[in-house]
Nanobody, 127 residues
Framework: QVQLVESGGGLVQPGGSLRLSCAAS????????MGWFRQAPGKEREFVSA????????YYADSVRGRFTISRDGAKNTVDLQMNSLKAADTAAYYC????????????????????WGQGIQVTVSS
């Protein structure tokens, strides 16, 4: 089992930036990938970004590509999400997720591809 703790959320104006961080502990040697999902009120949880742990391959939702950047630190077992040019539509609770089982690419961008989740952290983009 992997435990995840997110940090870095908050309130930011449109066009601003935030950096989310997620620290993993526990069976981190089992990590295959880590990712970020988000969920706005009344909506389903949606994929934001992911990174494979060994090779550092990255994946992004079309809605954030070019604005968000995911990065990992294997030594510290952390994954960060740098969010730039934020929009009101980015307002949501953001969840860090970890996958410890090999999955096809198609599953790496869905919640089914992850077996550990953080508690979530709020990001609000508003003037």
């Amino acid at each position: 089992q992997v435990q995840l703790v997110e940090s870095g959320g908050g309130l930011v104006q449109p066009g601003g930036s935030l950096r989310l961080s997620c620290a993993a502990s526990g069976r981190t040697s089992d990590l295959y990938r880590m990712g970020w999902f988000r969920q706005a009120p009344g909506k389903e949880r949606e994929f934001v970004s992911a990174v494979t742990w060994t090779h550092g391959n990255t994946y992004y939702a079309d809605s954030v590509r070019g604005r968000f950047t995911i990065s990992r630190d294997g030594a510290k077992n952390t994954v960060d999400l740098q969010m730039n040019s934020l929009k009101a539509a980015d307002t949501a609770a953001y969840y860090c997720a970890a996958g410890t089982v090999a999955r096809p690419v198609a599953e790496r961008i869905t919640p089914a591809g992850y077996d550990s989740w953080g508690q979530g952290i709020q990001v609000t983009v508003s003037s």
